[in-house]
DNA sequence: CAGTGGTCTAGACCACGCG
DNA sequence: GCGTGGTCTAGACCACTGC
């Protein structure tokens, strides 16, 4: 669409855009060293901050990371496939086959008070005890972490149970509690945020700068209604693509009036 | 968490994590204007180039946004919300409710190469000749951008129908096309991706920089497996939040070895 | 050690929105 | 006109990496 910037574009912009071609041309390929900040310096005949303004937004757009003491690369874009509703039933295959590609952290696992965006999907006070389990998941081959992941279960629930201690369950989490409390799962409900990252998010995923994180709150409830657990996703968004399918339910409805949608 | 960074933190670290603490505690709030860079400047003692790299952190964290001539001010932080698996069955009230709030403006209506990325999930040779109907969607009340959209219809379903004309049409495209054609939904597939914008998404959506977007591209198959339609979104990633109730299934399993998500 | 990106400065001029 | 943020420069010094 924007192709070839007219001369009243800033420099950096022009820039900016000259690189970001070459990337889409494959004339730098992924993985690929990016000519040094003077080296463009001179290529371009324009100032370093000007050059490093432009590379800037390359990085904000999450085509190239840059690397202190080494260089500036072309970014991967690899993404691992995640899955919607992938806790239970059926999609237990997919997860399965996720989960043993990556290797559990138990980061915390005990009681805490419950943080205040967590408090508000459960229907409770601020800094209430609950239980805790705070976990940091990372790709068993290449090391890289992959989610940082919380679980939060009312005192009721898990209270004096294995769950308050730091160790790995032995079977997900959701069996367990059905099995310790004897309640059953029966309603879920997500909710999916794109957010910029904190700088703890962006350290412990060790996220480029400008990438996105994507962040899932996961509430499940019994039969009455009543919550059992609220787990939080915060995944690298831009290593991550989420994959869900579903059958169309066949009901016959008054047709809406004009949703496009 | 981290709270108070040590003299060692680089400057403009220090001036962002000083606005952003005066940001969450409230004496600065949602839509109230920063003081201007010159003032920072001579509050922090520190050059306008540093202070202003340490708004550009505020500003990549999507905490503030800057008008040129105006100020730099907090940003609201209201999230829109978007019903997963919406298009159908009986999370239609909810969507109809939705829509209600937004305007469509239909830019395109006729037939076009598809997109490669489009190509790609319909299993197609990217520019091969399909249907294609791009909208924008701005709420009622603010006029403000909330959407990309397109539909990607195959030629054998919708050439020569008024799905081809830039009309908005008489209800839901789903049910036009199961009319059309006697075919009916059965599966369709969902991919969600968080990422920067290209440039003129982030012109058309009004995104400040730095503002990631969200990116689903949805896939309608009949029972046969052959694809009715494929639609994407983009939203602006930071003005949505996506819900998606489901019941728990309570399907008997082997339980998997060790996965605690 | 040399080469890389990261931080910081002082200062200039431009473009925008408002009164 | 005035105050705002946006662009751009020349140059300095620091910090990290690998040879």
Redesign the interface.
Same mark, same amino acid.
């Given at each position: 669409?924007?192709e070839g910037l007219g001369a009243r574009a800033p420099k950096y912009h022009r820039v900016a855009d000259a690189l970001r071609r070459e990337i889409r041309d494959g004339e730098l390929a992924p993985g690929q060293r990016l000519p040094a900040e003077t080296t463009l310096v001179e290529r371009f005949r324009m100032s370093l901050?000007t050059i490093r303004q432009a590379l800037?937004v390359l990085r904000?757009?999450?085509l190239i990371e840059s690397r202190h003491g080494i260089g500036t690369f072309v970014k991967e874009q690899r993404?691992l496939q995640r899955r919607?509703?992938?806790? =239970?039933?059926?999609a $237990?295959d997919h997860?399965?086959l996720?989960?043993?590609h990556l290797r559990?952290d138990?980061v915390f696992a005990g009681r805490g008070p419950v943080p205040s965006h967590i408090a508000e999907v459960m229907g409770i006070d601020p800094g209430t005890e609950v239980v805790i389990?705070r976990?940091h998941l990372f790709d068993k081959d290449t090391n890289q972490p992959e989610e940082i992941?919380a679980s939060y279960l009312p005192v009721e629930v898990a209270g004096g149970t294995f769950l308050e201690e730091p160790t790995?369950?032995?079977?997900?989490?959701?069996?367990c509690v059905e099995d310790l409390t004897g309640r059953? =799962?029966?309603?879920? $409900?997500?909710?999916?945020?794109?957010?910029?990252p904190?700088?703890?998010e962006s350290s412990i995923l060790e996220l480029p700068?400008?990438a996105?994180v994507?962040h899932v709150v996961h509430v499940?409830r019994d039969e009455d209604g009543d919550v059992l657990e609220v787990?939080e996703?915060i995944w690298p968004?831009?290593r991550?693509?989420?994959?869900?399918?579903?059958?169309?339910?066949?009901?016959a409805?008054q047709?809406?009036?004009?949703?496009?949608?």
């Amino acid at each position: 669409m924007t192709e070839g910037l007219g001369a009243r574009a800033p420099k950096y912009h022009r820039v900016a855009d000259a690189l970001r071609r070459e990337i889409r041309d494959g004339e730098l390929a992924p993985g690929q060293r990016l000519p040094a900040e003077t080296t463009l310096v001179e290529r371009f005949r324009m100032s370093l901050p000007t050059i490093r303004q432009a590379l800037g937004v390359l990085r904000a757009e999450g085509l190239i990371e840059s690397r202190h003491g080494i260089g500036t690369f072309v970014k991967e874009q690899r993404r691992l496939q995640r899955r919607s509703r992938g806790r =239970y039933g059926s999609a $237990r295959d997919h997860q399965k086959l996720l989960t043993h590609h990556l290797r559990h952290d138990i980061v915390f696992a005990g009681r805490g008070p419950v943080p205040s965006h967590i408090a508000e999907v459960m229907g409770i006070d601020p800094g209430t005890e609950v239980v805790i389990r705070r976990r940091h998941l990372f790709d068993k081959d290449t090391n890289q972490p992959e989610e940082i992941g919380a679980s939060y279960l009312p005192v009721e629930v898990a209270g004096g149970t294995f769950l308050e201690e730091p160790t790995v369950v032995p079977k997900a989490l959701f069996l367990c509690v059905e099995d310790l409390t004897g309640r059953h =799962y029966t309603r879920a $409900r997500d909710q999916w945020i794109a957010r910029m990252p904190t700088a703890d998010e962006s350290s412990i995923l060790e996220l480029p700068t400008g990438a996105p994180v994507m962040h899932v709150v996961h509430v499940a409830r019994d039969e009455d209604g009543d919550v059992l657990e609220v787990s939080e996703s915060i995944w690298p968004a831009d290593r991550v693509i989420v994959i869900d399918d579903y059958p169309v339910e066949q009901e016959a409805e008054q047709p809406a009036a004009a949703s496009e949608v």
